[in-house]
């Protein structure tokens, strides 16, 4: 179920994380011949990345967009649902063993925490919910 789908979906994504890396050739404007252009992707590295997950599949969609955050660079804080205990507090215990708290950290807590959270300036915020949630989100987020 969910794990196998999360499991999967970050082997999809170290796999090819090769390619995202790789810088991709475009075109140069005709004025600026010889020259060549390319894109490079960077890491956002500072303010970072906020996900705050739902309760529904909540393994699955902390993890696969922490992945992916974590995979291009960026510090990535986690706030797991309030309404899943277990799987938020079994985040809470695992991701510091593994993982240094200024590359990914877990904020516990319900609606207060994450109004805390959406005070400060993010690079990306990574919300899946409601509608209602969302608009409040997004408005926090763009006020930062």
Avoid: C, M
Avoid at 1 to 25: C, F, M, N
Avoid at 123 to 142: D, E, M, N
């Amino acid at each position: 179920g969910e794990i196998s789908r999360t499991l999967s979906e970050v082997d999809e994504l170290l796999r090819q994380l090769p390619s995202y890396a790789k810088p991709h050739q475009v075109p140069s404007p005709g004025v600026l011949l010889p020259a060549f252009s390319e894109i490079r992707y960077e890491a956002l590295r500072s303010p970072g990345v906020l996900i705050i997950a739902p309760f529904n599949y909540p393994i699955n969609l902390s993890l696969v967009p922490a992945a992916g955050s974590l995979a291009a660079g960026n510090p990535t804080v986690l706030k797991p649902s309030e309404l899943t205990p277990t799987v938020s507090s079994l985040f809470a215990k695992l991701i510091p063993q593994y993982f240094d708290a200024s590359a990914f950290s877990v904020i516990e807590g319900g609606v207060s925490e994450t109004t805390s959270l959406l005070k400060h300036p993010w690079g990306l915020v990574f919300f899946t919910g409601s509608t209602r949630v969302g608009k409040i989100v997004s408005a926090r987020a763009a006020e930062t």
